[in-house]
């Protein structure tokens, strides 16, 4: 693995909130990032190859909103980009290629690729924080510091159902693979799980259950304080729907509180499963590998109904760390890599690289050579969702003239992620990271067009021994 912090000003030196992959572009990746110019801007990225860094290439700049954008996020198909910011509206964009196509014109001619904003939804009346897609491409969520999410139709624009149950800022949504589930978290310290399409309310989860041994205690919180994580609260399902990972999670012990990362069985949401601790800060974003994974022991396969082994990156303020469904421990661990904390991270459609933006206008690149996560699986996530709308463990679908009613539900075909599947949560493992990333990572700047915002690079971006996390209050 190669660390490295490119010498780009991704957005003019000013904060980047958001990156994501297009899941459709082969062995090059074409990759949106957004920040507090008010801007999107597409690059490109070629792996690295012999132990060169990753070609970042500039492509085109978007410009349509009027504050922060916040969050950017690819259809499934990569047809379609979808932006969101402080000016409280969300874009869909896809690229151009007849320049008379639509009246939303962008002149710039220093754009290699041309893309147009076709549609714009508004319905929040402050901030949007989060997106996310179905997995049919055909709606979209949204969720806003309004308090609320909306469910929009992406073809005729109009709002499905409105969200509005949270106490607070809905700071990250994520729509179930598998096409049933929305999931909204906030900062009034809550988890929320809807049925997609009609917006009923099924769980609410915001703290633990009571302890056999300690009846008389109090329940404890499950997720950090409001502010905690700064900006965002990003969750997400593993790509065949199986586990909900959910960032800002916190076990307290001994009156102490350890920062973890839960984690949900899809036949269970009410209560995790387990949780990853290790974190030194609050976890601010979790995001899935979209590549599975066959497994490094295959007597490991015994603890598990998959076939196959998942991958997911866990960003919190100041470090990220990678792990997979075989073990408790990290795979990697990188920390102390920008002055700033962490906003978001996403990975390429194999795996081989996973980019993460930072308040401090930077971002870095993570890149891994040739199965060292793994050996690919022959079966996609795309695969594994297409045969099946929701697993048998959903419960059945009701219109709104319907009653809700509780229904006891079976499990997941065998055993969860974990062996022991009533594992307390006390008895999560602790971590130990195989390996570590060292701080001095190799840095080389990226050959641009001079029209490119790549060329604008500070001498002072080399990071060799960075600030500590603890620092960024000064420079606000």
Not at 114 to 124: D, E, I, N, P, S
Not at 349 to 363: A, E, H, K, P, Q
Not at 440 to 463: F, H, I, L, W
Request: a neutral charge; hydrophobic letters at 35%.
């Amino acid at each position: 693995m190669k660390v490295t912090v490119p010498e780009i000003a991704w957005h003019n030196k000013a904060p980047v909130f958001s990156a994501d992959f297009s899941q459709k572009d082969g062995e090059q990746w074409r990759l949106a990032t957004a920040g507090a110019d008010s801007d999107v801007k597409m690059w490109r990225i070629v792996p690295h190859k012999e132990n060169k860094d990753a070609d970042i290439t500039f492509l085109s700049n978007l410009q349509r909103h009027t504050n922060t954008v916040n969050c950017v996020r690819f259809s499934p198909d990569g047809s379609t980009l979808a932006s969101a910011g402080d000016d409280g509206a969300m874009f869909l964009w896809h690229q151009k290629y007849d320049r008379n196509e639509s009246f939303f014109e962008d002149e710039n001619n220093e754009n290699k690729e041309h893309w147009v904003a076709f549609k714009m939804l508004r319905g929040h009346i402050e901030d949007v924080m989060d997106i996310s897609w179905s997995p049919d491409c055909k709606l979209i969520v949204s969720g806003s510091i309004d308090n609320s999410a909306i469910v929009w139709e992406v073809k005729t624009g109009k709002k499905l159902c409105l969200l509005k149950d949270h106490a607070h800022y809905v700071q990250g949504v994520v729509w179930d693979p598998l096409g049933y589930y929305v999931c909204t978290m906030s900062s009034d310290r809550s988890l929320m799980v809807y049925e997609g399409c009609l917006g009923n309310l099924i769980h609410t989860v915001s703290k633990f259950p009571k302890q056999k041994d300690q009846p008389d205690a109090k329940p404890a919180r499950m997720f950090v304080e409001e502010g905690a994580t700064k900006y965002f609260r990003r969750l997400d399902f593993t790509p065949d729907g199986a586990f909900l990972i959910v960032p800002a999670g916190q076990v307290v012990k001994d009156d102490d509180i350890h920062y973890a990362t839960l984690l949900f069985s899809r036949s269970n949401l009410k209560r995790p499963l387990c949780y990853l601790p290790g974190p030194t800060k609050p976890v601010c974003a979790v995001r899935c590998c979209p590549q599975l994974f066959s497994y490094r022991n295959p007597s490991h396969q015994q603890r598990t109904s998959l076939p196959y082994r998942m991958v997911y990156a866990v960003a919190s303020l100041n470090e990220v760390l990678v792990y997979d469904s075989e073990q408790f421990a990290p795979i990697c661990t990188v920390s102390n890599i920008h002055y700033a904390c962490i906003t978001d991270i996403t990975w390429s459609s194999n795996g081989r690289v996973l980019l993460v933006t930072s308040y401090d206008g930077f971002c870095t690149v993570l890149s891994f050579n040739q199965d060292e996560l793994g050996v690919a699986h022959s079966v996609q996530s795309a695969e594994v969702n297409a045969p099946r709308l929701h697993l048998k463990s959903d419960p059945p679908r009701t219109t709104p003239n319907q009653k809700k009613k509780k229904k006891s539900r079976s499990p997941l075909e065998g055993a969860p992620l974990i062996s022991a599947s009533k594992i307390e949560l006390e008895g999560t493992m602790e971590l130990h990271p195989t390996t570590v990333v060292p701080r001095d990572g190799v840095e080389t700047p990226v050959k641009a067009d001079s029209m490119n915002p790549v060329n604008q690079t500070q001498k002072s971006a080399r990071r060799v021994n960075l600030m500590r996390l603890d620092d960024e209050n000064k420079m606000s």
